[in-house]
């Protein structure tokens, strides 16, 4: 009986390749797994797709409540945003689909798993160490780690060869991964920094701001304990409000992003990512959390949001540092509850009002009208002690020297004549 393999299967141009590729080197049949995150994609013509190009069968499994569940809404809460940019799409997709592949596996009684991600980026980090979590056992199959095949001109003519139909044209072979948060964008004119990307012929989600609408938009945004709930009063499942939102933020040109990142494996990269919803919802809960968090609480948070965002980038998702993260960032979501106002307006997004039950706001005190809870006069003895060390060090310093003078370095004197 020949060996089973099962394949991350995208029907993009990468997974095209890879199933003959598979069964040109290996004695195997070829189980593809299509996991839909929420992608645009017709499944039928993909898995018509992967059955002609010599797979024994093809699955496609719909995790898009998982994954906005239990992978996007512990990102959005920490509001985990990656080298201060990027919103993590792909990043909070692959631990998913990893765990989606080794069920497959599992079921299908297969000796490895295969996937399509390069040798020189994140995704096999993601998927290989996400397989390991699950399925330590499993032999882990990277075609781009082992093949001679150099880049996706040589996968085209690869597949021009065996009359196989490409599932893209040459003069928009961009590195394309999208799913219900994002769309992520590599290649072509991106790989020069110095290269301005070009949005008209790339971007499949957003318009370019110069082209969205001269009215902004306003959107209201609820939440319930840092979890989106609510899209303009209307009460709403997590999958249908992003799909509302990308098309909303996405009609406006908000959340377009050019990175040039970090790898995990040490280069940097360039990428053009589109999260219009995402870009929203981020947003929108930070601007909530200003309004209910304490000062110490949320400056912490921050802390913990970098880190959350490295691990997450990093593939760690199956971890005890993971999980631990987001422990303490579920405790400080809490009081995470209210409603925020939002305006969207070619390419921007700005805050339009917020409100919360658990508001720390307070008119009393923070307006310029002397309230009962705030007497100015006390503020001199709390800047007094607050800056007690500023005092005792000046006091230290000799009798009428400047701290701005150093020893030594006298200003010069005139000449006398």
Not at 79 to 104: C, F, Q
Not at 371 to 391: M, Q
């Amino acid at each position: 009986m020949k060996k089973k393999i099962v394949l991350a299967y995208s029907g993009g141009l990468d997974t095209t390749v890879i199933i003959p590729w598979l069964k040109e080197h290996y004695d195997c049949d070829i189980v593809a797994v299509c996991v839909d995150v929420g992608q645009e994609a017709d499944w039928k013509s993909i898995k018509e797709r992967a059955l002609k190009t010599g797979a024994l069968s093809c699955h496609v499994a719909d995790v898009k409540k998982e994954f906005v569940e239990d992978f996007l809404w512990p990102a959005l809460k920490a509001n985990a945003l990656y080298e201060d940019k990027y919103l993590l799409g792909t990043s909070t997709a692959r631990p998913l689909i990893a765990k989606v592949l080794v069920d497959y596996a599992r079921k299908e009684k297969a000796a490895a798993i295969a996937h399509g991600a390069t040798g020189k980026g994140n995704d096999q980090v993601r998927f290989d160490l996400g397989i390991m979590a699950f399925a330590p056992d499993l032999e882990i199959i990277a075609p781009w780690r082992i093949w001679d095949i150099k880049s996706r001109e040589e996968e085209i003519r690869y597949l021009e060869e065996r009359k196989i139909p490409a599932p893209m044209k040459k003069s928009d072979s961009y590195s394309r991964d999208d799913n219900l948060w994002h769309i992520s964008h590599e290649g072509l004119e991106l790989e020069d920094p110095r290269n301005e990307p070009s949005l008209n012929r790339m971007l499949k989600m957003t318009v370019p701001p110069e082209k969205a609408p001269n009215k902004p938009e306003y959107v209201e945004v609820g939440f319930e304990k840092g979890i989106p709930v609510t899209l303009n009063g209307k009460k709403m499942d997590g999958v249908a409000l992003i799909q509302s939102l990308n098309k909303t933020g996405g009609a406006h040109g908000v959340g377009l992003v050019d990175l040039v990142e970090n790898r995990v494996v040490g280069m940097k990269s360039r990428g053009v990512y589109e999260t219009p919803g995402g870009s929203i919802l981020y947003y929108a809960h930070q601007e909530l959390e200003h309004l209910c968090l304490d000062r110490q609480t949320y400056a912490f948070k921050q802390q913990v949001s970098q880190k959350m965002a490295e691990v997450i980038y990093g593939g760690l998702w199956f971890t005890p540092l993971r999980e631990a993260l987001s422990a303490f960032v579920d405790s400080t979501q809490k009081t995470v509850t209210g409603t925020v106002r939002l305006k969207l307006y070619k390419g921007s997004i700005s805050s339009a009002g917020a409100e919360s039950p658990y508001s720390l706001y307070n008119a009393s005190i923070a307006s310029f009208t002397t309230g009962e809870l705030y007497n100015h006069a006390d503020a001199r003895g709390f800047i007094r002690l607050y800056g007690l060390p500023v005092l005792v060090r000046a006091l230290m310093q000799p009798a009428g020297q400047s701290r701005s003078v150093k020893k030594g370095r006298n200003p010069p004197t005139r000449a006398k004549t």
